[in-house]
């Protein structure tokens, strides 16, 4: 019996289907991440010097929201909401981090002046973002321009818009998720529910 067919008669998955689907959701999570990196180094970034960066931006903001929408509304109706959120997660928070990555090497190929650093590659804008991320701020690169401060400043804001709203928002989406997913005793059906002494209700003007 697969593990579906156990939920749609009201079982619950055993300990070793629980194992299989938290290590199919890390590899998964580890896949999409690995994906994203290696995007991340083959885009052809070179291409975009001389565009304005606060065009690119916004579009992949604007892709950012599409994604996370998308994801909240697969995490309600997913039969697995917590580790469906868990992608979710694996998937928005480095897509996040390595769009403003993207959005600094685009940056720094406008201008040498923008950053401390003579030339920030690609390598070097990822590590920098981890540390704005991270408020830890080595202090070894360090946006020297208004423009390049200014963005730095919208990934703080930002940062903390992901970290607090966005784990508002999936959390809510599984609880939603969980509450659709509840097994249903065989034979039993849903609506029907004990009244307050844990005795069903008896209909009006039937015989005790």
Known sequence: MTTGQMLD????????????LLVRTLFRCLVSAAVLVALYYVLPLQDLRGHP???SLSVGLVVLVVVILLQVRWVTTSRYPALRAVEALALTVPFFLLMFAA??????QGGAANFSTHELTRTGSLYFVLTVFATVGFGDITATSQSARVLVMVQMVLDLVILGLGVQVFRGAVQVGRQHSRPVAPG??????????????QVEGSQP
């Open 103 to 108: 959005a600094y090497v685009v940056l720094a």
């Open 53 to 55: 960066v606060w065009v």
């Open 9 to 20: 008669v009201g079982q619950l998955p055993s300990g070793a289907q629980r194992r299989r």
């Open 188 to 201: 039993k059906p849903e609506d029907e529910q004990p009244d307050d002494k844990g005795m069903p209700e």
